[in-house]
Every structure is written in structure tokens, then in C-alpha cells.
T-cell receptor, first 109, second 116 residues
Framework: GQNIDQPTEMTATEGAIVQINCTYQ??????LFWYQQHAGEAPTFLSY????GLEEKGRFSSFLSRSKGYSYLLLKELQMKDSASYLC??????????FGAGTTVTVRA | GAVVSQHPSWVICKSGTSVKIECRSL??????MFWYRQFPKQSLMLMAT?????????EQGVEKDKFLINHASLTLSTLTVTSAHPEDSSFYIC????????????FGPGTRLTVT
């Protein structure tokens, strides 16, 4: 199996930056996904990293270090609508996704 | 593109009855579909993987006789919760993997099941 760790909760102010870390231990690594999930809704795709480095997509960026088993999701210029749970998920060996427990981000005015 | 639907979006049933949840890929053919369960404030837990035309592969601890999965076509998979109990109340989410994308999964909107 895979061990995937991410913080449980984070709080930040509107307009600020928040970085959500994810560490994992796995074999046969085939990439890491970040999803956003609002309460009672399905996860929506944010990013996919399989190579080391930073992927930037608008206000959201995702970084991966395969050698360290580490990724982070960076949310810039936070908006109230960014309040949600952020899920780190690893693909290892086969096509199955293993999810972390999720990080609940609360954006305050 | 890559839209996945689920039906129903929510259902309430009595203990002991069975409930069927449908997952459809609307604009692509899904070679593989996945069923997840999510309890409040917890992450998604994979229940089973289904490939069109073959038996589903269940994760450890998931009862295959209780959670029946049928993937009869490339656009439809169904999950039937048999003899439902209150502890089966959860948010059930399906996802589909297309023919082109190697690892990305497209998620359905989820089905909220409440067993009374």
C-alpha cells in the first residue's frame, strides 16, 4: 500500500498564499494528482505531476520531488471560493488512485 | 468532454432493502470504472475496480456479495448495495478512466445514500 500524509486543516486570509504539503511512500510511482473537493460534491481535477519540478496553472501551482516523496500545492491570491478540501492522490504500479485524508482549507475575510 | 454522471444523486432506503447506483460516462468510452466510498470528513476509499465485460476487483475488506458491481458496457457501471444497513450510509462516488488518458480519472457527482 501507500502511505500518504497531508495536514488536516489550514486557515488563511483572503488574498494570501497557502502551501499544502503531501508526503508519500510508495513503490512503482506513476504520478501524483491534486484534487479539490467542496463539501458534498465530487473531487475536481487540479493538477497531475509525474516529473520533478513545478507546474503552474493560474493561481494554482503544484510541485513534485520524486526522490523525496514530496509534493505541494500552492494556492495564490486566495479567494473565499477556495475554501474546500484538497486531496493528494498517488498512482502507483497500476491505475488505482490512493488518496490522502485531505486538507481542509478555510479562507477568512 | 469527459463527463461522468451518477444516478440517483441521493437516495434514502430502509434497512434490509437494496439500492442500485448507476455511473455513466456520457461522452467517452470508459474501459475502467472505479467505485469509492467517502464517510464524513474522511477521504475517498477505493471499493472496487471494474473493467467492461469482466468481474470487478474488490479492495481488501470490501464484501463483494454485499456490493455488487456490474460493468455491462463501456459507458455504464452499476453498484448495488444489497441488504443495506445504517452503517452503509455514505457518499458513493464513481470515476471513469478513458481510453486515452493513462492515469487520469473523471469523477461523477456522487450519490448520497442514507439507510434508515
Amino acid at each position: 500500500g501507500q502511505n500518504i500524509d497531508q495536514p488536516t486543516e489550514m486557515t488563511a486570509t483572503e488574498g494570501a498564499i497557502v502551501q499544502i504539503n503531501c508526503t508519500y511512500q510508495t513503490s512503482g510511482f506513476n504520478g501524483l494528482f491534486w484534487y479539490q473537493q467542496h463539501a458534498g460534491e465530487a473531487p475536481t481535477f487540479l493538477s497531475y505531476n509525474v516529473l520533478d519540478g513545478l507546474e503552474e496553472k493560474g493561481r494554482f501551482s503544484s510541485f513534485l520531488s520524486r526522490s523525496k516523496g514530496y509534493s505541494y500545492l500552492l494556492l495564490k491570491e486566495l479567494q473565499m471560493k477556495d475554501s474546500a478540501s484538497y486531496l493528494c492522490a498517488v498512482v502507483a504500479g497500476d491505475y488505482k488512485l490512493s488518496f490522502g485524508a485531505g486538507t481542509t482549507v478555510t479562507v477568512r475575510a | 468532454g469527459a463527463v461522468v454522471s451518477q444516478h440517483p444523486s441521493w437516495v434514502i432506503c430502509k434497512s434490509g432493502t437494496s439500492v442500485k447506483i448507476e455511473c455513466r460516462s456520457l461522452d467517452f468510452q470508459a474501459t475502467t470504472m472505479f467505485w469509492y466510498r467517502q464517510f464524513p470528513k474522511q477521504s475517498l476509499m477505493l471499493m472496487a475496480t471494474s473493467n467492461e465485460g469482466s468481474k470487478a476487483t474488490y479492495e481488501q475488506g470490501v464484501e463483494k456479495d454485499k456490493f455488487l458491481i456490474n460493468h455491462a458496457s463501456l459507458t455504464l457501471s452499476t453498484l448495488t448495495v444489497t441488504s443495506a444497513h445504517p452503517e452503509d450510509s455514505s457518499f458513493y462516488i464513481c470515476s471513469a478512466r478513458g481510453e486515452r488518458e493513462e492515469y487520469e480519472q473523471y469523477f461523477g457527482p456522487g450519490t448520497r445514500l442514507t439507510v434508515t
